[in-house]
Structure formats: C-alpha cells, structure tokens
C-alpha cells in the first residue's frame, strides 16, 4: 500500500503546529510576565511601577500583534521575531538600570525568557541565533547609554551566565524543528493509511453485503431448483410407471406382433428402464447434494452397449438424411462401469453429433482396442461446429444460441454431463472442430 504525501499537505501541517507552539509561547508570557513586577517590587522598590506599566504594555502590544498576525494567516515566524525582540527591549533595559546587587537576578530573568522562547519556538536555530546576537546588541547600547558600572564588572554579575545560557540554548530549535518535522510527516501516514484502511474496510463492507445478497439469491433459487426437480421428478415417475405397465401390456401380447415391432417394443423396456433408474439417481436427497456420484458398477460387454446407442439413433439419423457409418467392433470387450451412464455418454455424443451434423452427411462410428483401452471414436466430416463453441458446450453447462438462427439452437447440457460422467468413471473425453470436421473420442481401461 503506497501512500503520498505532498509538500503542501506537509507545510499545512506544520503551519498548524507552529501556530500551535506560538500560541503557547504568547499566553503564557501575556499571563506570567506582569508577575515579574513581583520581584521589582522586592528588589527595585524605586521603579517597580514604571516597569510594570512596561510590562502590561508590552503584553497588550503583544495580544493586539498575536490577534492580527492570527487573523490574517501571516508569518508566524515574523511575530516571533517581534515578540522576542520586545521582551529583550525590556530584560536588557532593565539589565542596565538595576542596582549592581540585583543584576544577577535580573540577568537570570533574561536568562529564563530567551530559554523558554528557545524550548517552544518551532523555527529553525538561525531565529534563536539572530535574536541572540540582538540581545547582545541591546545589552551593549543600553550598557553604554544608562550603566555607571565597569564592563568586567558588569560581566562577572549575571551577564556571562546569560551569554551562555542564551547561546547554547540557540541549538534547542534546530533538533526540536527537526524532531517535529519528522514526527508530522509520520502522523500524516499515519493518518491517510487510517483513512486507506477505513476505506478498504467500507468497500469490503459493501461486498460482503452484496455477497450475502447473492447467496440469499442464490439459496432461494436452489430451494426454487429443488422444489422444481422434486415435483417434476413426482411427475415424470408416474410417466415412465405408466410407459413400463403400457409397454409390459403389449409385451404378454407379443403373438400378435412382428418382429420389428417386438424389437421396437424391447427398445422402448430399455429405454424406459434406463430413465427410470436416472431419475432414481436424481430423486436420491443424498445423491443431490453430495459432490460424488455413487455408481452401480458392472460388467459388461461395451461394444454391444454402443451397438445398442447406435440402432437407437439410426432411425433419428436417416429423417435428417444423414448415414451413420458402422465400424464399431465386434469382438467383446469387457469393462467395469456403470452400464446406464456409459449408455448415456454414447446417446449425449453420437445424439448430438446427429443434431448438428448437416443433411446428406456421413457419420463414422468407430471402437477400437488401443493400450487396453476402449476407444469410442465419433468422425463428421461435414461443416465444423467450431473449437470455441465446443469448448462453451462442453464445460459451462449453459445453452448455446446460434446468431445467425440458420442452425439449430444448440444445447450443451448433454455435452457437459457426458464429459462429468467420463471423468467421474475413471475414462477421458477428448473432442475437436477444425477444417476437417468435428471429431469426439472416449476411452475406458477394459478388463483383462
């Protein structure tokens, strides 16, 4: 997560905080400096009142320049400098005009103005080193004009504790801006990481909601779906009940009958038979729900059984005028599946080869033995369905429509579930649609 910061959002946050460091420094001095007149009151008892009409002046100058420079959005760092400059106008003043005795107290007031200025002030070390450098020049002038004292004299009583005190606290800012600096650039990427966070986390709360909308959605249409397959279920088994009795009828029958009747009668018992047991699987709650499907295994011979598939759709080829090609073997191959799905993969693909096949067109139905393997191979050569549209149909379970409405509307249902049971009986499906046509191809391990 990279997160910017630009130097103007930078300078706005330290605008603030020197502003906020400023404002202490005045109200403090507005609140603590008139109560220095205490202590002119003790030690310079002959101009303690002059001085104190000083210091309240100098205070009310200071709050009308706090309240302009605040207003106006000026430099902080310019009332600062005049600020200082005023408090040191006083302290200096009163540095030459005091008794010899009392000069170490006032020159340690000086002394404790210039520290606290330099502790709070958010300025770079060269404001505190200018204001120094003045302070030496104010103590020299008025030193000159008002002092009866000797220089040496005058240094030895308080003025060599404030050269010291005064220069080395100059260094103070320099760290502290640098200190402070740093730790605003850290409260902004603290900040805007918050506010990344808490919008991340706002937009995984909205898709966490519409999730859970989708899964209501979702629940609700697979109650819909299983209210569907249980009612339509009910349905169809009281149809193929009543095509097995029908059926079973003609059956005890079967004098009267010829025999391409009698096979048609044995086509339509099987067939029957199988739908029955599919939608016995269906119809099974544990089966529906579990994402294996348990398989009635089996021995049987599987060229019979694609024999079977392939007289089923012979008769649904030839009303389309397409030739089904038999080269399917004839030597038994033995295999241990589930008879009713492997018949269903055979019906799926040879049905829906027919399906989308052209008129006039050949159909080549082909088994072979290769590797101990059952091959099941299904060749058109007409006009190629597409690569594509093979692959939509045979893994998204969805239907296919034709733009150009000139073919069949194709569904890829019967498709999907014959790669699905291929898989899921242990055997491959491969398929294909070039220039040469639309080839498929099934293979299952044999019994030795």
Partial sequence: MFIHITKEEQTKEILKKAWYQTNNIIFTIILVYPLFSIIDFIYETNIWLQFFIVRIITIIIIYALHTYFNHHKSNYRLFLHITFFMLSITAALQCSLVHIEQLNIYFLLYSVIVLFINLLAFWEAVN??????????????????????????????????????????????????????????????IEKS?????????????KNKIIDMQYEQLRRLDEQKNSFINIAGHDLKNLIGSIIMSNTLIQEEDYRLSMDQREYVTYI?????????????????KQVESPEINFNLEVFDINAEVMHVFKGLAETAQMKNIH????????????????????????????????????????????????????????????????????MMFNKLKTLNDASGSRESRLGLGLSIAKLMTKEMGGELSYRSDDNGNYFRVEFYVIN
């Fill in 194 to 206: 918050n506010e990344q966070l808490k919008d991340q986390n706002r937009d995984i709360n909205e």
């Fill in 128 to 189: 505190s080193i200018i204001q120094f450098l003045l302070a030496l020049v104010l103590l020299f002038l008025f030193y000159k004009t008002f002092s009866n004292y000797e220089l040496d004299l005058f240094i030895s009583n308080g003025a060599q504790f404030f050269f010291i005190t005064a220069g080395l606290s100059c260094l103070i800012p320099g760290v502290r801006h640098k200190v402070i600096e740093r730790d605003i650039r850290s409260q902004l990427l």
């Fill in 269 to 285: 018992q099987q067939s029957a038979e199988k739908m029955q047991y599919l939608l016995n699987k269906l119809m099974d709650a």
């Fill in 324 to 391: 089904l090609i038999d080269n399917i073997l004839k030597l038994p191959l033995q295999v241990k599946l589930d008879k009713v799905f492997v018949g269903q993969v055979f019906q799926n693909l040879l049905s829906n080869a027919i399906k989308f096949s052209q008129t006039n067109n050949n159909i080549k139905v082909v088994t072979s033995l290769q590797r101990q393997k059952f091959v099941f191979e299904i060749i058109d050569e007409g006009i190629a369905i597409g690569q594509e549209e093979l692959d």
